[in-house]
């Protein structure tokens, strides 16, 4: 995660590099995002199936450039 990061803000100049949509069941990918100090933004309900909506409900993260260092 860390080398992403840095990969988007040093080599691509971005400002705001990931939003993260992590299952709400993962808490696995939840840690990895709250140890990179990404912030969590609010919950995404899960859409109908088949119609490019999310199958899970998820936890919206944001990582910026000032959080990755």
């Known amino acids: 995660m860390r080398l992403i990061a840095r990969f988007g803000f040093e080599d691509l100049?971005?400002?705001r590099l990931l939003?993260?949509?992590?299952a709400a069941d993962n808490l696995a990918s939840?840690?990895?995002?709250?140890?990179?100090g990404a912030t969590?933004?609010?919950v995404v309900p899960a859409g109908p199936?088949?119609?490019g909506e999310l199958e899970?409900?998820?936890y919206c993260?944001?990582?910026d450039r000032s959080q990755a260092s």
Do not use: D, P
């Open 49 to 51: 199936h088949g119609q």
């Open 13 to 15: 100049g971005l400002l």
């Open 56 to 58: 899970h409900t998820s």
């Open 30 to 36: 939840r840690r990895v995002a709250e140890k990179v």
């Open 61 to 63: 993260f944001s990582l």
């Open 19 to 22: 939003e993260l949509l992590i």
């Open 40 to 42: 969590f933004e609010g």
